[in-house]
T-cell receptor, first 114, second 116 residues
Framework: KNQVEQSPQSLIILEGKNCTLQ??????????LRWYKQDTGRGPVSLTI?????NTKSNGRYTATLDADTKQSSLHITASQLSDSASYIC?????????????FGKGTSLLVTP | GAGVSQSPSNKVTEKGKDVELRCDPI?????LYWYRQSLGQGLEFLIY????????KSGLPSDRFSAERTGGSVSTLTIQRTQQEDSAVYLC??????????????FGPGTRLTVL
């Protein structure tokens, strides 16, 4: 079972509007959570990283929140632009001293239309 | 500086043929990862190299898949006797120090593999 669930699977919004993407996880013990943006035909690029003690982190028009108690994160995009059209991937790292420790969500596909 | 590069960018092959995909990580990065991304699916972990340690091969889907990393730098992912279900984008990523939890992975642009 995937330990990182993202919603919605896809989203279409008008340019200039705001939107919020959700990420719920069951990964334990928790180390950190990243949001990546993946443009079509490109590799993912990190937007934000959040650790257990961080509730909010911003990167320009992108704001991520984390509730470690409920194991939920959100990515809020403000004043969307056409270039925001991409897949947004939530990745949760387990607190492990060895081996591979990343858990990827399947992503939310965002389309911003004129 | 240069990012992670992968070659070829696209590869079309016939079922049953072997293919090799190459990844050049960022210089100095000790950790290297291979992922597979099928259409409409999330990233699927394949294999992870960290320095001189034995690689974590737990994600390889079958014994047709193998990877090596020479001299702690360039990596090659080999798929033998390709099948149509192997068609996907294969992404490589590198990371400065796997032990530092906050270090991010830097991804290459991927190789799109199509098996006819």
């Amino acid at each position: 079972k995937n330990q990182v669930e993202q919603s919605p699977q896809s989203l279409i919004i008008l340019e200039g509007k705001n939107c919020t993407l959700q990420c719920n996880y069951t990964v334990s013990p928790f180390s950190n959570l990243r949001w990546y943006k993946q443009d079509t035909g490109r590799g993912p690029v990190s937007l934000t990283i959040m650790t257990f003690s961080e509730n909010t982190k911003s990167n320009g028009r992108y704001t991520a929140t984390l509730d470690a108690d409920t194991k939920q994160s959100s990515l809020h995009i403000t004043a969307s632009q056409l270039s925001d059209s991409a897949s947004y991937i939530c990745v949760v790292r387990a607190n492990s001293n060895s081996g591979y420790a990343l858990n990827f969500g399947k992503g939310t596909s965002l389309l911003v239309t004129p | 500086g240069a990012g992670v590069s992968q070659s070829p960018s696209n590869k079309v092959t016939e079922k049953g043929k072997d293919v090799e995909l190459r990844c050049d990580p960022i210089s100095g990065h000790t950790a290297l990862y291979w992922y597979r991304q099928s259409l409409g699916q999330g990233l699927e972990f394949l294999i992870y190299f960290q320095g001189n340690s034995a690689p974590d091969k737990s994600g390889l889907p079958s014994d047709r898949f193998s990877a090596e990393r020479t001299g702690g730098s360039v990596s090659t992912l080999t798929i033998q006797r390709t099948q149509q279900e192997d068609s996907a984008v294969y992404l490589c990523a590198s990371r400065l120090e796997a032990g530092q939890y906050y270090n991010e992975q830097f991804f290459g642009p991927g190789t799109r593999l199509t098996v006819l």
